[in-house]
């Protein structure tokens, strides 16, 4: 059963939810997005688990169905999650988060631990100086000609619906795998997960980069709850070796899928629901 509503927070702001779940009361999982300034994208996963438990999702403030035009901050969208747990009547949850939802899951499990009785961390977050290596691979992946129409994109004070969706497309189609295939999803993507909030993004990668989680590694290793894992694509262009350092210095297991890039489940569908589905059945009974 799917249901979906707005719930008011502190600071007057509306978020939009969705829940898919049944009548019987169950530790739930949310979902988190990432961006930031993305709308809410993983409709897919949600019933890949959705019988073993309630599964929420929502659009973080500023994005999708929940509008907000003022100021970003880490410490706000912790307290969203905070407020919506408090609205869907949720003590404590299983979080699974994707990229910079990874991010904050971990800062919300630092935050609140007693809140957080699983953490699932996919495709992200990584640590060190990552960035350098992934804009390589990025260029890698393409061609002279698609990095120079990207850089042109980039640099256009404002751009019409066309060279957005181009932006765009040509920003996402290297998270994946395949080329060909990444080409398809990332056009298809450019028009869906719109329209971003390029101020949140904006907003929060700066705070992001003045207070990165690399610096509450050992605060987050002591709140993290007894089920926590990592899951990567091993063909994320986003270095892998970023993801072991974060993994190692946590101590938490690492799954690498691989044929599979930044978004796994789309490249390989079956081995992230085996290990989703493995992941929640294990949190939900511990």
Request: a negative charge; charged letters at 25%.
């Given at each position: 059963?799917?249901?979906?509503?707005?719930?008011?927070?502190?600071?007057?702001?509306?978020?939009?939810?969705?829940?898919?779940?049944?009548?019987?009361?169950?530790?739930?999982?949310?979902?988190?997005?990432?961006?930031?300034?993305?709308?809410?994208?993983?409709?897919?996963?949600?019933?890949?688990?959705?019988?073993l438990a309630p599964v929420y999702r929502y659009d973080q403030r500023g994005t999708g169905r929940s509008p907000?035009?003022?100021?970003?901050?880490?410490?706000?969208?912790?307290?969203?999650l905070a407020e919506l747990l408090d609205a869907w009547e949720v003590p404590r949850a299983v979080l699974i988060g994707h990229s910079y939802g990874t991010d904050l899951a971990s800062r919300f499990c630092m935050a609140h631990p007693d809140r957080v009785a699983g953490i699932l961390l996919m495709c992200g977050p990584f640590v060190g100086d990552w960035h350098t290596v992934y804009q390589a691979e990025r260029d890698h992946r393409m061609s002279a000609a698609q990095q120079g129409r990207l850089r042109a994109l980039k640099q256009l004070p404002c751009r019409t619906?066309?060279?957005?969706?181009?932006?765009?497309?040509?920003?996402?189609f290297t998270d994946h795998a395949r080329?060909?295939?990444?080409?398809?999803?990332?056009?298809?993507?450019?028009?869906?997960?719109?329209?971003i909030n390029w101020?949140?993004?904006?907003?929060?990668?700066?705070?992001?980069?003045?207070?990165?989680?690399?610096?509450h590694l050992a605060e987050l290793h002591a709140c993290l709850p007894v089920r926590a894992e990592i899951l990567g694509g091993a063909?994320?262009?986003?270095?892998?070796?970023?993801?072991?350092?974060?993994?190692?210095?946590?101590?938490?297991?690492?799954?690498?899928?691989?044929?599979?890039?930044h978004e796994p489940w789309l490249e390989q569908p079956i081995a992230v629901r085996a290990h989703l589905r493995r992941f929640v059945q294990d949190a939900v009974r511990a």
């Amino acid at each position: 059963m799917q249901t979906q509503g707005f719930a008011l927070m502190s600071d007057k702001a509306r978020l939009h939810w969705v829940a898919l779940r049944d009548t019987a009361p169950q530790l739930p999982v949310v979902m988190l997005h990432g961006g930031p300034g993305l709308p809410d994208y993983l409709g897919d996963i949600a019933p890949m688990v959705a019988d073993l438990a309630p599964v929420y999702r929502y659009d973080q403030r500023g994005t999708g169905r929940s509008p907000w035009d003022g100021h970003h901050s880490l410490a706000r969208h912790i307290t969203d999650l905070a407020e919506l747990l408090d609205a869907w009547e949720v003590p404590r949850a299983v979080l699974i988060g994707h990229s910079y939802g990874t991010d904050l899951a971990s800062r919300f499990c630092m935050a609140h631990p007693d809140r957080v009785a699983g953490i699932l961390l996919m495709c992200g977050p990584f640590v060190g100086d990552w960035h350098t290596v992934y804009q390589a691979e990025r260029d890698h992946r393409m061609s002279a000609a698609q990095q120079g129409r990207l850089r042109a994109l980039k640099q256009l004070p404002c751009r019409t619906e066309e060279q957005e969706v181009e932006l765009l497309t040509l920003a996402w189609f290297t998270d994946h795998a395949r080329p060909e295939d990444g080409w398809r999803w990332a056009a298809q993507d450019a028009q869906r997960r719109r329209p971003i909030n390029w101020a949140m993004n904006g907003e929060l990668g700066r705070e992001g980069r003045v207070d990165p989680l690399d610096e509450h590694l050992a605060e987050l290793h002591a709140c993290l709850p007894v089920r926590a894992e990592i899951l990567g694509g091993a063909n994320d262009p986003r270095p892998v070796s970023a993801l072991e350092l974060f993994a190692l210095r946590l101590g938490l297991p690492l799954t690498r899928i691989e044929g599979a890039g930044h978004e796994p489940w789309l490249e390989q569908p079956i081995a992230v629901r085996a290990h989703l589905r493995r992941f929640v059945q294990d949190a939900v009974r511990a």
